[in-house]
């Protein structure tokens, strides 16, 4: 098993009204020897902006706002902006997020050059219903059956209207382009899918049904192990190494005693081809064990979004039990060591 280290504790709620219930799951990016953290910040009502804190070397912060970076204005968020994730592809800095409107939740999109200004894009993810969703799904009908089958409920029971938005959360862009195109991630139960274009323009409604008609063609992973079997979502941008793309995700069990984001597996992605897998954790990296990953304002949470590389030692930066930000630590040259010996079938290790 692979020794993951705790650091603890970086950043605890506020008085002030922005931040007052909760601080979490933080977007992460290292400039020299400054990490940017662009966090959710959470108020009363579950409403969520985004709270901005600098550190110097990955631990010490050195500047925290007082009030939001990012305010949620639009209607496509009208009750927040949540679990941004940032990374810098070229000049351009792209920040994405879970946009909520109270009913429907949605990657959304925002840019900028200078990290200071950003440039709201829009949702980048489907607007199709559920109940379109699952007749395009069920139709090809080559996936893992949850596809369809969990998400008969939003429409069935929750919505006879059957207007209901399919929720795609979790938008993690790669942090350079593959064979020229714009690659994301993102997340439509119980799986983490790929997407990959040269112009985000691409993007329409025909688009993604000619996606979803080929749904299994676009699954990076579905759920394998215990500790994830409800559910898994991209996590932190991947990170480039010699043996692939590094990714850290969250996986979800539901238990007796309720879901346990018992987060932080990883994969191990083919450079060119991230859709191949060629090696995956079989056991969580970092499962809810603290008292402050166990309790807070949901129970049982580790939710990883963002990481910074010093030297050999690689810091994932969580949203604990949705109300604090903690930090682990682990060497990834030793954390790629271990994940070599757990190859998916066929592959030969690199070492
Ligand atoms: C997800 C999001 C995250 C949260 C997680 C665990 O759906 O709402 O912000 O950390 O659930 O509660």
């Not at 108020?43 to 985004?50: G, K, W």
Request: proline letters at 5%; charged letters at 20%.
């Amino acid at each position: 098993m692979i020794e993951i280290k705790r650091e603890g504790v970086l950043l605890s709620k506020t008085q002030f009204e922005f931040e007052s219930e909760g601080v979490l799951n933080p977007a992460v990016i290292r400039e020299g020897d400054n990490v940017h953290l662009f966090y959710r910040a959470v108020q009363h009502d579950n409403y969520s902006s985004i709270g901005y804190c600098k550190l110097n070397g990955p631990l010490t912060i050195t500047e925290r706002w007082a009030k939001p970076f990012m305010i949620p204005d639009l209607d496509y968020e009208s009750h927040g902006i949540e679990d941004p994730r940032i990374v810098k592809i070229d000049d351009t800095y792209y920040m994405t997020y879970t946009a909520y409107d109270g009913v429907n939740a949605r990657g959304a999109l925002a840019t900028s050059k200078d990290l200071l200004t950003f440039e709201k894009q829009g949702i980048i993810v489907s607007s199709i219903t559920y109940a379109a969703f699952v007749a395009l799904v069920e139709q090809a009908g080559k996936v893992n059956e949850n596809y369809y089958l969990n998400h008969h409920f939003y429409y069935q029971e929750s919505d006879p209207e059957k207007k209901m938005i399919l929720w795609d959360k979790n938008v993690v862009f790669f942090p350079r382009k593959i064979n020229g195109k714009l690659v994301f991630l993102h997340r439509i139960r119980p799986g983490i899918q790929l997407v990959a274009v040269e112009s985000l323009k691409e993007l329409t409604e025909e688009f993604w049904e000619t996606y979803f008609l080929n749904l299994q063609d676009h699954i990076v992973i579905d759920p394998l192990f215990a500790h994830e079997s409800s559910y898994i979502g991209s996590g932190c941008p991947p990170i480039e190494t010699e043996h692939g793309w590094l990714l850290i995700y969250h996986g979800v069990q539901e238990t007796d005693g309720g879901r346990v984001y018992s987060a932080c597996a990883a994969v191990l992605l083919d450079i060119d081809n991230p859709l191949k897998v060629i090696a995956r954790l079989p056991y969580p990296l970092l499962g809810p064990e603290t008292e402050y990953e166990t309790r807070g304002e949901v129970n049982n949470v580790v939710f990883p979004t963002g990481t910074a590389l010093f030297d050999d030692t690689l810091f994932i930066y969580y949203g604990a039990a949705d109300s604090e930000i903690a930090c682990a630590s682990v060497s990834i040259s030793g954390l790629l060591k271990e994940l070599l010996t757990y190859l998916s079938d066929g592959e030969i290790p690199l070492l």
